[in-house]
């Protein structure tokens, strides 16, 4: 008996017991995957992959790492020029963050084009926010690390958000510095968090996985899958097609990494923290601004002062995206069928880069305006338009199937979802 | 609540629930009191412990500031602004009609002696710290968002919703306070 069949035999008994083999197989060489699926679909195992990057990068820098208000920032420098290749390994996940929101932010809009968080995929689309909301919470922590000055003010600025709070905040601002201000008890608890959130995160996109491989990917028209002839196994097709987009993206973040490591940062950051001054303008990192922006815009609104109404406005921007699946109405996912959906998303879009900008000004003048209608114009399009549109909006005709094209000359059938 | 199939226990069987419903609930209540329980340490681990809390006084020397001036030290890991305010600077804050104040306080209320101003330094909005002799009410400027406190920490414009705090303290002698 050969080798090799020695081998296939030891791995049948394996998993015979643990059939873990299997179950690898089925979710990807074997996953039916939907033939028509365009780059946009690229972006999900991007961001998976940056998440291993993350940890990988993240671990080696927690072996140099202190985590003391005394020693952090020295530590951080220390790694940029002692630690053999520790400027590398900062610069990877420093960048790496960035990255991470981008590819996922590219991830949820082309969620929002072709509809994708529509019925049977309503738990994937909250999973999928769970997962941005955690991120969001591990990036804010760990960019508080390097103690630099954005490090103490975002710190302090964010934590005292939820002394907006009625009556409790300022208990639960207390509870979490650990102290009357950010000081080593907060950078400690953030170390140990922003160490564990991660792998919560990857908790969370097994789930999320698991509730996509029921019901398998969406893809550009939107339509239901029907049997072999719509569906391509997922191995070699498309594990080729994602290895060329991560191939594009590596080239692109190595730009980043070796020739403008800190374009996306903050030169006060490389300033120690000092608890007695502010610095003159302090911002978010990019990935925030547009939720900055919309926390920022928010004036006195009858009894609620400008402050808690910030708050509140700034959470259910990310909040109302849990309902969306409601929101929208229309019965056709897929926004090559929706003519009128299809400019109002662009003008989303539009409105979130202006957000964007909006939060890197300081809030004066024109930018403060612009910040306060591209914030209402967010809320109205997901509470007024939507809904509305779901039930006005003439749309097109669907195809038949993803393999046939829609000027075949069949009759238009009825939309595919709402069932 | 549904009721199991007991082939052997009928004797329980009373009207609206039985014997082992009741223990349900009430096994399922003391399991929950206990889990609550059991996580108020891992909560309460997140306070301040008595150390810090036992570090919350600091003694100033006042002798060092001149008139128009003012110092900042740390109290709690916060900035405190000790300002030795001109005549004028009092008076400005005295005469302000309290309509005009968002959120309404006499300067009184604010001092124990009218020539020292003790504030917590930090800005009733989103916890920047504000500069000192700048604004539009020649207080203090947050640049953080834009708030304005005039010469008596009292907020006047932008987005924060409230006076700066006044911390607890006691003058030692005529030149030395004791915040805390
Ligand atoms: C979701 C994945 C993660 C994200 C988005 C993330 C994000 C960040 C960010 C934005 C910084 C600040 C970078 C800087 O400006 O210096 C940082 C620092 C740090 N992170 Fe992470 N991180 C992730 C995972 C991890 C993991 C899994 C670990 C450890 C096991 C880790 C350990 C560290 C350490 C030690 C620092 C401080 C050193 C430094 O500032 O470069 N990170 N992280
Ligand atoms: S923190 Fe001072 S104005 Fe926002």
Known sequence: MSNISAGKRALQWFDYRLPIFTFIHHSTVGYPTPKNLNYWWNFGSLAGIILVVQIVTGIVLAMHYTPHVDHAFDSVEAIMRDVNYGWLLRYIHANGASAFFAVVFIHIFRGLYFGSYKSPREVLWWLGLIILLIMMATAFMGYVLPWGQMSFWGATVITNLFSAIPLVGESITTWLWGGFAVGNATLNRFFSLHFLLPFVLVGVVFLHLWSLHKFGSNNPTGIDTRGPKDTVPFHPYYTIKDLFGVGVFLIIFSVFIFYAPNYLGHPDNYIKANPLVTPAHIVPEWYFLPFYAILRAVPDILFVDAKLAGVIAMFASILLLFALPWLDSSPVRSARFRPWYKQFFWLLVLDVVVLGVAGAKPPEGLWLVLGRLATAYYFIHFLILLPLLGRIEPTKPLPRSIGDPVLNSSPPRESETGS | ?180
Not at chain 2, 25 to 47: K, R
Not at chain 2, 138 to 151: I, Q, R
Not at chain 2, 160 to 175: K, T
Request: proline share 7%; glycine share 8%; charged share 20%.
């Open chain 2, 1 to 180: 609540m549904a009721k199991s199939p007991k082939p052997h226990d009928t004797a329980g069987q009373a009207e609206g629930g039985n014997r082992r419903d009741f223990l349900y609930v009430a096994t399922g209540t003391l399991g929950a009191v206990g889990v609550a329980a059991a996580s108020w340490p891992f909560i309460h681990q997140m306070n301040p412990s008595a150390a810090v809390l036992a570090l919350a006084s600091t003694e100033v020397d006042l002798s060092a500031i001149e008139q128009g001036q003012a110092i900042t030290v740390i109290w709690r890991g916060k900035p405190v602004f000790i300002r030795h305010r001109t005549a004028k600077e009092i008076s400005q804050a005295q005469d302000t009609s309290l309509e005009a104040l968002p959120d309404p306080q006499a300067d009184s209320e604010r001092v124990q002696k009218a020539e020292w101003l003790i504030l917590v330094g930090v800005c009733t909005h989103l916890g920047c710290v504000p500069l000192s002799h700048t604004g539009e009410y020649e207080g203090w400027f947050c640049p953080c968002h834009g708030s304005h406190y005039d010469t008596s920490g009292r907020i006047r414009k932008g987005p924060a919703p409230a006076n700066l705090a006044v911390p607890e303290y006691v003058f030692i002698d005529d030149l030395k306070v004791r915040i805390g």
